[in-house]
Each structure stands twice: as C-alpha cells, then as structure tokens.
C-alpha cells in the first residue's frame, strides 16, 4: 500500500496490539520426495489449533526466485517493498556486528586477501585466516593508520571478514567498490559516483593507500578489499508510518539492527526464547506493535540439521500459550524467509503465513504448514510488505478509503 | 488491463450481453469461530447451482487491508483502478443526495458544528442535530447568502451532514479543507492549492464568513466546517473504453450517481429488487451491460442484523432465474465490498465472486460461499477491476493480441 494513502487512513488513539513472531528461516523442503518439511514434521499442536482460527497463505520475501538476505527480509516484514527500501551491503555489515552507525558515517564490507607481487588478488579470502588473525590485523591496522580529518573503525567478523567505518562530518556513501570480486585482478580504485562522495572517496584511498603499507609483510592476508560503501538510509520511520508503537525482542545483532534502522525501540539481547517471551510479556503494556525473532530455526537450517529445526519449531509452539494469553488483537506468526536444511542456506521459497485476528474470517485449515498454507485466503504468493497493511486492517487501525 | 490495450483490441458490433449483479456489502463473517458467514448461511440453490457453471474467487476492492467506501468500490467493479481514480468526497456526498451536479460545479461535505467565544470547535457534530434542524439551518443559509457572481445550494443530508455546492463560471476544485477534523481547533482557511483555484477559495471564504454571521445566535449548531472540495472527474467514459451501452438499475442515489459519473444511461430509482429485476426485462434489448444493484444486504449488515442479511441474499436468489431466463453471455455475481454484520461497518475481508458464460472453464465448485470461492480459479484476492476485462473476454468482445 502506498504510504501516504495508508497514512491517510490511520485511526488515531487506537490501542489494539499486534504481534509479529518470526521464526527465521522457517520455510522448509522435504528431504526425500513425498516427505514432509521441517514445518510439517514438527509437532505443533498449538500452531495448527491456531491455524483455524485465521487466515494463511505463503509470503514471497522479494520477487518470484529471489532469495533474501536476512537484512532485505525483514524491511519486507516490517512493511517496506525491501526491492525499493535496498540497506547497503555496508551497513548490513555493521548492523551485524552491532556496531552502532550514526547518521554521517560510511560503513563497508571488508575482506582480507592475498596479492602476489604485482598486486593481482591470488585469494579473497586470504587463506581463510582464523578468526583471531583477523581481530589482531584488524587492531595493527587502526594502531598505525591515520587520516587527518577523519576516524576509521575496524570490527572484526568472522575469519577474513571485517566492517569499515568512516566516521566524521560531511561523508558520503557514493563510493565504488574496491573489491573486484574476483581472483586475478588488481584491487580496484574507489571512485566518487556522485560530486557530494568526492572528498569520501579520497579518504578511502588514503586508508587503502596506507593499510597495504601496514598488511604488506602479512602472510597470507597482504591486503584488503572494501565493498558496499553506505550510509544509514534516511527512511520514514516504521512508527510514523504505521502509527504505531513498535519494539523489537531478538537474541542477534542483525535482526536487532534493522529493527533499530526502522526506528523501533529494541530490548537488550535475550539469552533464550523463554527470555524473549519473557521480555513480550514485561513491556505488553508499554507498547503496541511487537516483533518477537527466533534465530536458530534458521541456524540450525543452514547446518543443514532439519531434526533440530524441528525441535526448535515445536520449541515455539509450546511457547505459543504465553503469547495468546496476552490477547493480542492481531497475531502474525511467519518467517523473513525459507532455509531448508535439505539446501543448507537461505532460498526464495515462499513461507507459510498465519494472521490471527478475531476480525479475520478463518479460511477452515486445521493446519499450520506449506501445503496447508497453499489453500489459504492470503494466496501462495503475496508479498511479504502487505502483512503490516494487513495485520492493522484486522487490529481495526485503518479508516474506510472514500465514502 | 491498460485501457489502451483493451481498446485497441475491442471487437466491433458484438450485441452480446453481460449482467453485473452487486449485492452491496455481500462479504462477511461467521458470528461464532467455526460458523458460518451470511452467504454461506443463506438456503440458495440457484446461486450453488449457477457456480457449477461458473467461475470463482475472491475480488479485493482496494488493496490489502484496506476497507473502501461505497463510491471507490463501484469504480471498481466498473473496471476503474479506485486509487488512481479517486472520487472527490464532495463529489461522493452530492451523488449521495441525488444532487444534479454540473461538470463546473464545486461540492463538499459539509458539518454544523459548534464553536466556543473563541471560535475553538468544541464539537464536530453540533451535538448531531436532528435532520429537520439541520434542513432548516440550509434553508436559513441560503436565504440569508448572497455571493455575487456564483450560486450556493446547500442540500441538507442527515442530522448535522449537509451537501455544499457553488455554481458558476470558472470554478475550480483544488482548495483545502476549512474542516480540521479535530475538536479544540479553530476552522481552517479554505485556500487554492493552485492558481486556477484562487477566485473559487475566494467565494468559499466569503460564504464562510457571512456562514458564521447567520448561524452565531443558534445552538448548538453556531458554526461550519467544509471538507473535500471537488468537481466531477473528466474520466474516460465507461461506454468509450469498454465499448458498452451500459444501463444501471438501482433503488438508491449513491448507485446511479456513481453508474452517472462513468456515463451509464442510469434508470430512475426501483422501490424494490422485484422492479429492479422487471426493468432489467423492460430494457434488455436496448443495451447490451446491465449494472444491477441490491442495497439491503449492505444496509442489514450495516445494522448488525446477520438473519436479515441472509434474507436478503435468499431473495435475490429466487429472482436469480429471471436474469437466467433472459439468457446473458456473461453473469457477474459479486459484492463492492464486505460489510460483515458481525462487525456492523464496511470492512476489507475480499468479496466472493463469481462469473458464469457459456464460454468459462468451471471450476468445479458446486457452491458460491467465502470458503468455496477460495478454491476457485480467479484467485483468493484479484483485483476488483479485473472483472470487466474478464467479462468482455467471456463475451467474445475482445480480439486476439499480436498474430
């Protein structure tokens, strides 16, 4: 829905609450043909009760066959068509290690990697240096390097990967990558794409200049190359938009990170998801929009470990109770996409969607998986952004559109 | 479908003949979880039989989430995009009165109110007069208003509601609300938006001055407020685009006003659903698209009154054979929008629809509910303004595109 017709339409002065649970990569394959998914697997005797209850249907996190990044899932989530509300790869990055952007600085994706000695990149990844390689080289580069005028910050991630932050006044993200993104190639020069980005990009060939100095007698990581210069989008805040007062519960930095992008309010890192029911439970009267995330459905996906996301899922369903004792007029319960274990990694799948509302007009499925979703009022392919719109309509927050 | 497109592909001298059949409100919800809806309640053999026959789904008036008023979802359901073509809500309020109005003429949606020794409005409804003290206030005005150079007819709607409109030359639409939709704020200016609107902001704040000098004696109703200034939109012509001469057979104003503003030939008001129906006969070789409208589902869900609701929808079920027996290329049968008794107001649940001709694919449904238009094969949520397109096609009115 377009922004300002919906915020045309806001009811004032509501209090009704909604709740988005998301279950991270909770979209699923059978392993063998004819089997189940993780979804359908699990024994969910709570989300299936719910199921009948509401409305389902299958979210599509981009566009047909596109499979999302943690970061452009959940803007899809929180409402914004994550196509055209694009994070940059920089600020991902940052919002992954929980580095704490301010508005002006330039963040991007590091890596370190190994030249040879006509500076032709042999490895991008510098050998896949350990962990504790890559934080030491990452303090020898911030002890030594220094560009008046400006701060860099160096985080170590895992392995060859860090974040890069340029921090000081009147910066610019409009910078070209230096990172070729291949073997057998020079590091490239970052270049101002726009005339605002000029003084930037001098001062990321000052630190590139500089940090080869530093890195040069490094064995195997002799180097570094930056992509996804950004900045912190200047986007309408989600409570703005929607009219709501939101908070974020996560136990991870990434999902934590959007959620502050968008302006939400964020608890402190739960420990479990007891803690983070826990947490929904202590501030249910200080706010009205929650978005409540479950990591490890996603986590244990990866490690392609579909016995233990299915443990997780019937994890969540027993927790389930706690969440519909606290009367939420809209309940939303999806995932920001699908990762089955049978892939070990994230995929475009659609992913099986439930809205609870007493205002919803069940569509008469007593089951809450894929195939069940199929046959919902939703439909097999809606985008993702449309379930805020949703879920407001059902908290009745929304004013009639005409007369 | 691009009006373009379509009409570039429209075949000429067809005489086939299509119906739309709107029961306004038609969607809605089961009382009790588990239950069942008003359609679903209603004993209907002719329409369950006719879906053996048909095609189903459910059509969504605007966008997820949003419930429309009457006049967007009727465009709608006439093969307009109801966001891109929105209807001035002074325009809405004069159709909704049966008001004449003239392409130059300006209208808005006016309230009594009442305002303090401050000129703060202390209340928007004027304590909601009732509606032969609101007729005599217009009548008051009008008598008392002299603005050289245009005319004022204010046409009383109920309670404190009134419809304002200025005829004259040169007049222009594009001036903001003196109506702040707020109480403890004074009114605001009307002022042009733009240049061509300047001398019409003019008048409308002269006619709100000498407004206050002849209401400041009464009580409660001391005062005005004016929103949604607008004029007849210069749209394409249903007739032109769709290549129809359409007729439209209604019991109320709103109905033929919006089937006005289109270009329909409009029939003057039916006392009941039978006289609907014998005008439909009365008229069958003269046109070839009968826009058919039933108002009372709408005004018992409006009320609450879920068995009178049904009552409705048995009714049109036994008239439904004398459509059949004039023997339509295409039967549309559908609602503008949901309005759920249980909920007593418009909503945005999708509208279960469905459209018969000799020429669909059955979906092999053998009942027209909510639940059973789900599984059919327009889909849990198209668009409203698809259906005509559809019907043109199902009314061998459209040629094949490229060779």
Redesign the interface.
Known sequence: ??FK?LQS?LKKGMNTKIVLLVMDGLGGLPIVPGGKTELETAIRPNLNALA??SIL?LQQPLLPGMTPGSGPAHIGLFGYDPINYAIGRGVLSALGVDFDLQPDDVSARGNFCTVNENDIITDRRAGRIPTEKGAELCNLLSENIKIPGVEVILTPEKEYRFVFVLRGPGLNGDVSDTDPQATGKKALQAQALSSEAKTTAEYIQEFVLQANEVLKDQTPANSLVLRGFSQLPKWPKFNDVFGLNSLAIAMYPMYRGVAKLVGMTVMPAAQSMEEEIDMLEQKWDEHDFFFVHIKKTDSYGEDGNFDAKVGIIEQVDDLLPRILALKPDVLLVTGDHSTPAKMRSHSWHPVPTMLYSE?C????ISEYGERACL?????PM?PSY?LI??????ASR??????
């Open positions: 829905m377009d017709v339409l009948e209850r249907g205002l007009r069940p569509d008469g046959k919902g009022s939703l439909g809606f449309e719109p949703l879920a407001l309509a059902h929304i004013e009639k559109f005409g007369a």
